[in-house]
Each structure stands twice: as structure tokens, then as C-alpha cells.
Nanobody, 128 residues
Framework: QVELVESGGGSVQAGGSLRLSCPVS??????LGWFRQAPGKEREGVAT???????SYADSVKGRFTISKDNAGNILYLQMNDLKPEDTAMYYC????????????????????????WGRGTQVTVSS
């Protein structure tokens, strides 16, 4: 297992933007995604992408966030625009080793720890 390491988090005001990054070269054959967890809340799926480029987004981020990979497929990104205070959370880069398909909304259900690899997370804080 190669550790997933997220970067790009930070503190911004509402309406601002951030771009998260995560090297994923070892996991290019899996469904990849960004998940988040706010204090006192359950983990939730933000966006996923599969090997064919198909994507899924949580309703709360549609139109504001974009998941993508670089041309070589080695870096996973999450471009976050028009950030809102409710987006405040720890964001995790995740490689799913189950049979989830990134183009299906079911891929936004947080996977079990034994069927996925999770990074350590990067904090995103949005102030009003």
C-alpha cells in the first residue's frame, strides 16, 4: 500500500476557491474520490471519478466542485469554487478497491476501511 497524501487545504472566506491535490499513481485502476467529514458528522462522499472519466457529485457540491485527474492520471484534483461555510470539513482522498463505479451515485457512499485506502486528510475551513 502506498500512502495517499492530500494537499491544498486551507482557510478561505465564503465565495472563495481552493484546489485539493492527491498523487494517485499506484491507484489509477480504481475508482477514486474525495470524501469529507465535519466535526460531529458522518463521513460523506463529495465526488468520485472512474477510470473511464465518469464522475459523480454530491448534490450539495454540484456546479461548484469539479473532480479531475491530470493527463497521465497520476494526480487527483478537486477544484472547489464558491465555497460555503457548510463545506468546512476534513477532506480525504480515497481509492476504492471494491467494485464501485465512479459514474454511479452509489460510489459516493463512504466505503468500508477494508475496501478502500484513505489519505490522512487536509482541512478546509470556510468562514462567513
Amino acid at each position: 500500500q502506498v500512502e495517499l497524501v492530500e494537499s491544498g487545504g486551507g482557510s478561505v472566506q465564503a465565495g472563495g476557491s481552493l484546489r485539493l491535490s492527491c498523487p494517485v499513481s499506484v491507484y489509477t485502476t480504481y475508482c477514486l474520490g474525495w470524501f469529507r467529514q465535519a466535526p460531529g458528522k458522518e463521513r460523506e462522499g463529495v465526488a468520485t471519478i472512474d477510470t473511464d472519466g465518469s464522475t459523480s457529485y454530491a448534490d450539495s457540491v454540484k456546479g461548484r466542485f469539479t473532480i479531475s485527474k491530470d493527463n497521465a492520471g497520476n494526480i487527483l484534483y478537486l477544484q472547489m469554487n464558491d465555497l460555503k461555510p457548510e463545506d468546512t470539513a476534513m477532506y480525504y482522498c480515497v481509492a476504492r478497491i471494491d467494485k464501485a463505479y465512479g459514474g454511479s451515485p452509489e460510489s459516493l457512499v463512504p466505503p468500508l476501511d477494508d475496501s478502500s485506502y484513505w489519505g490522512r486528510g487536509t482541512q478546509v475551513t470556510v468562514s462567513s
